[in-house]
């Protein structure tokens, strides 16, 4: 198929498909008669992981590049390949208290729950000061101290892996796991998990409310 047929199929505009082919995201098309530029069905599939890494997962055109030398670089692993997809991907806040002079009780707080989840060996240092830089924020805002709501956000975050790693451990195929696809739903997880959270927020809200009565105090 031609470019304008690429385009068609994968809904990403023509000039968009040759930015991707310039940021060597997207692989070149084979040339055919007439010197004319041929594309297949591994570009389609190329350029639906681009729309969804960008368009779903929010992840920048540098780190979706990241992410796809990282499945080069581990076509066998999809474990290296997760961790390595994941460190890639990651996004320090975009607003930072912390400038200012971290909190120490936000620092104490981090490093305190790292190692009572066993957590603080493994912990990038970027993921870690992102943590202290939200409670820093958190903190600065008046809040109280979160330990308790804390501990429920690790425990759902270990519960998450585990599952995450399981599901890796049985998709496979009779080659293998499927890096791609690990990788894929790894990422595209954290924003089904935040949509998933803001869905159960508003029910207990609602469920809340309806408790309360129209008083604002509990119902019998």
Known sequence: MRIGELSERTGVPAATIKYYLREHLLQPGEHGEANAVEYGPAHVHRLTLIRALSETAGLSVAQIGEVLTVLARHPESAFQALGAALAATHRDPKFSLASEGTAEAAERTVDELLGEYGWAEVAPPNYRDALVTALTAFYRLGNPDPQEVLGHYADAAAALASADMQAIAEATRPEGVDVEQAVAATVL???????????????????AQTEQGPSGTMGP
Request: positive net charge.
């Open 189 to 207: 997880g954290e924003t089904v998990f935040a949509a998933l959270r803001r869905i159960a927020h508003i029910a207990a809200s609602a469920r």
